[in-house]
Structures are given as structure tokens and as C-alpha cells.
């Protein structure tokens, strides 16, 4: 028999039985098998999904780019965790950038299975949602991740026992952007100049200045309003 990769299926290469070479002969004891079109369509129901379909299901159903597609069924342990975790949510492409990237990165350094993964695929869901609803920033939600895996616990109970929701109070992160701008003369001076890297160092310093909480996207609007004031 030969596997053909390209196709997902198995050819015959040669035929033995009717060769003389090979010299088969019948055995009396055996009584003759016959394989009905319904015994294999029950067999076929009862297997398990194959990675090729797997594979197929997530790139079309879920609309996952085939890297990501490959990654998740590279074992059924993989495959099963990702569907737990993505399972009545929407957000499909943020679970499997989770478990591609971050899970699987720390638990392949670590020599760790997923399935003895501190963090269960639920747990993984309510991650996303806080990054997703804006509760946490992306790069805040890598701390609670790395808390997750240490001590089991939710997210969401790690962001209140930490304060690490984002800020998105307009007029809090309004004052702190206008103060950044104020002590920063000389990084005024170059973005008036025209050296558009100044507004980035703005974004960096309001950003120390929360310790990574401020919502990035307020920030950006908050900075382009207040510098329009002043050009």
C-alpha cells in the first residue's frame, strides 16, 4: 500500500493475490468475509474525525489561516483543547493566536503536555473576552496569562486582585497625556517639526506613566486631539 500526502488517502501498489510468484492459496479454515456497503458507512460514522477534515473545518468554518490550522491538529490533545476553548465564542482567531503563540510556547519550553495545561480551555475563553471587551490591553493580558499558568486561577479574578484593568476614564488619561506632553518639550518640538516617530514616544510615555493600562486606542485619539490644540 502507498500513502499519497497530497490526497490524504491510501492506493494499492500491487496486487499479490493472483501472482504465482507469491503462491497465495485459500485457507480452509477461514470462512469467507463479506463487507457490506452499511458495515462501512457504520464503521465510517464511528471513527474519529481525521486531521485532514479537522484541518478543513477550521480553515472554512472558523475562517483560521491553514498555519494555524496545521498547529491546532499537530495532536488530538491540541485539537481537542482549541475546540473547547472556542466553543460558543466567536472569536476564533484570537483563541488560536493563544494557544499557537502563548500556550503552546510556554508549555513546549516548560516540556509540559496541554493536557496537564493549568489553564483549562475555559479559562483560556474568558482571557480573550477581557482583551476583547476591553477590559485588559494585549500586552497586560500576557501578565495575567503568566499568573493563570502559575497559580490556576481565572483571569478575571487576577485583574481585580492585581488592578490591572485598562483605563479608559477619558478625562483621567486626558490629564496624564497632557502632562507627558508638558514635561516632553523637547519631543513636542520634533513632532512639530515634522518627525512623526515623536507621537510613538508620546504613546510610550503616557503608557509608563499607567504601567501598560491605558487603552491604546484612547491614547491615540486623546494625543492627536491635544496636539492639535497646540499646532
Known sequence: MLWDEATGTT?????KENAHDYRYMPEPDLAPLHITDEWLERVKAEMPEMPRAKRARFTGDLGLPQYDAEV???????????EAAVEGFGNAK???NWVCNELLGR?????????E???APTQLQG????????TISGKIAKEVFDAMLESGKDADAIVEEKGLKQMSDTGELEAIVRAVIEKSPKILEDYRSGKMQAFGAFVGGVMKETRGK???AMVNELLKKVLAEGA
Open 127 to 134: 482571557l480573550v473576552k477581557l482583551i476583547d471587551n476591553g
Open 94 to 96: 484570537g483563541i488560536s
Open 107 to 115: 508549555l513546549n519550553a516548560s516540556g509540559t503536555p496541554i493536557s
Open 214 to 216: 491605558a487603552n491604546p
Open 72 to 82: 491546532l491538529t499537530g495532536t488530538p490533545e491540541i485539537a481537542k483543547y482549541f
Open 11 to 15: 492506493q494499492t501498489m500491487r496486487s
Open 117 to 119: 495545561a493549568k489553564v
